[in-house]
């Protein structure tokens, strides 16, 4: 079993290798202090601390790693160093989710080739507050709805491999439709394939010739399995459970749980947990 020390090892050596292996991605600061001491691996091997800790919020993560695990970190910076460091970290935690990737996903054979794409509400309030609500207005929180009822905040589009992965994610205001970022989730898939969506993306004359004319995809839905074969209909909604247990896995490292004053934050936070997903699904990290 991996000890909370294990897996700071294990993060930092990952992050460190990725960083080694392209020195451009450091390139980006313009002061003195090009080379800060405290690197930018050790930044994001204590953000994914919070995954493995089973902290709700960043600020918890750091002051526990700061009061139980110092002596791995001996030139912390304070809390709100290290958070304007992490925030500016966005782009590498990006690339990371992909670099995070199964190694056999790329290489994948024609019929492995099956992607499942959904969307997940994150609230930024409780419905009790929809009359008031303040947080995030200006960075285009919206007013969405789903099965659960209304709810104020964005929405999480996501693109998985049937193995569960995460190949490619957007953020959204609710009032997106899942129809509108599915032409921009195809873009992450190489070779075509097939992807499996729910009744929500149905009801799009030109997606599907799109997806197919430009990316190769064939869109499966319980709707094109037909009404009368249950079967068949049945067949498509137990594949698509994996997206479900993807989400289930994101809620586990609450995603929805927003803590975030700027969309900036929100995104490089939810970032940070699909990162963790990815390395757990790699078999870096134990699963949570």
């Known amino acids: 079993m991996q000890s909370i020390a294990d897996q700071m090892t294990i993060v930092y050596c ?65 809390y709100q160093q290290w958070m304007a460091r992490l925030h500016r970290l966005a782009p590498l935690v990006g690339a990371l989710i992909q670099q995070a990737l199964p190694p056999l996903l790329p290489a994948a054979s024609e019929e492995d080739r099956l992607y499942l794409i959904d969307s997940k ?10 009359g008031r609500v303040r947080l995030l207005r200006d960075e285009e929180a919206s007013f969405g709805k789903n099965k659960a009822g209304w709810y104020f905040g964005f929405k999480l589009h996501v693109l998985c491999h049937h193995g569960g992965a995460i190949l490619c994610a957007f953020l959204t205001p609710a009032n997106i ?9 195809a ?3 190489e070779g075509g394939g097939a992807l499996l969506a729910d009744f929500g993306y149905v ?11 430009e990316y190769g995809l064939v869109l499966v839905t319980p709707f094109h399995a037909g009404k ?27 995603v929805d749980r927003v803590f975030s004053r700027s969309f900036h934050g929100l995104w490089n936070t939810i970032k940070l947990k699909m990162l963790h997903y990815n390395l ?6 134990a699963t949570t």
Do not use: Y
């Open 121 to 130: 509400p994150i609230p930024v309030c409780k419905p009790i507050r929809h």
């Open 177 to 185: 439709g899942d129809r509108d970022a599915a032409a921009a989730l």
């Open 203 to 213: 009801d799009a004359r030109d997606l599907e010739p799109r997806l197919w004319d």
């Open 280 to 285: 757990c699904k790699a078999g870096l990290l």
């Open 14 to 78: 990952f992050v460190d290798d990725f960083l080694k292996a392209r020195p451009a991605l450091a390139r980006w600061r313009t002061s003195n202090h090009a080379a800060p001491a405290f690197t930018d691996a050790e930044v994001i091997t204590i953000a994914l601390m919070q995954n493995c800790l089973g902290c709700a919020s960043l600020k918890h993560t750091f002051r526990l790693v700061e009061q139980n695990w110092r002596p791995l970190f001996p030139r912390l910076p304070s």
């Open 228 to 254: 009368k074969s249950r079967k068949a209909r049945a067949l498509v909604s137990s594949v698509r459970e994996r997206v479900e247990t993807c989400f289930s896995g994101l809620w586990n490292r609450f």
């Open 187 to 189: 873009e992450a898939i």
